[in-house]
């Protein structure tokens, strides 16, 4: 059984990791945390902010000691980002040390989701809807190795705040 004390929400952006995260963690007591929102207080600067002025490897290198301290949280949920799982030993990381729980959709649902938000998003910037599709596509593909590698995993269509807390027994 995996330690319920930390969960990490993981799963492509647009996959809805923080909505669902602040409410998951309302309706158990427990503390919220936006991986992301984290890594731009640390850093003192927006997430966007860091891609541009350093560059991804730069922010993936400050992700993970992020990530790490959040390993001494107690009763928390962490919302992480789309890439988190993907770099370092992080998947392996969350996994021994919290639950996982991937959040699947298909690029279809990802691109209604993410296609207004390309100009908050880094790694989107710029792509039009056709570039936006493939993008999600090949990355959703490079990734899922990883966010497979979860404890659970839920589907389109099992993603609910009631369907999440009776498969973990949150």
Known sequence: MPDISRIYLIGFMGSGKTTLGK???????????????LIAEKAGKPVTDIFRDDGET????????????????????????????????NMALM??????????YSVKTLLFHLNDETHKRPLLSGKKPVEL??????????REHFYRQA???????????AQIRLRTGL
């Open 23 to 37: 409410e998951l963690a309302r309706t158990i007591g427990y503390g919220f945390v936006d991986l992301d929102e």
């Open 95 to 104: 996994n021994d040390c919290g639950t996982t729980i991937y959040l699947c």
């Open 58 to 89: 730069a922010f993936r290198v400050l992700e993970q000691k992020t990530l790490t301290d959040t390993l001494t949280r107690q009763k928390v949920v962490v919302a992480t980002g789309g890439g988190t799982p993907c770099y370092f030993n």
């Open 151 to 161: 404890h659970f995993i839920f589907k389109e269509s099992e993603i609910g705040l």
């Open 133 to 142: 599709a493939e993008y999600i596509q090949v990355m959703l593909n490079e």
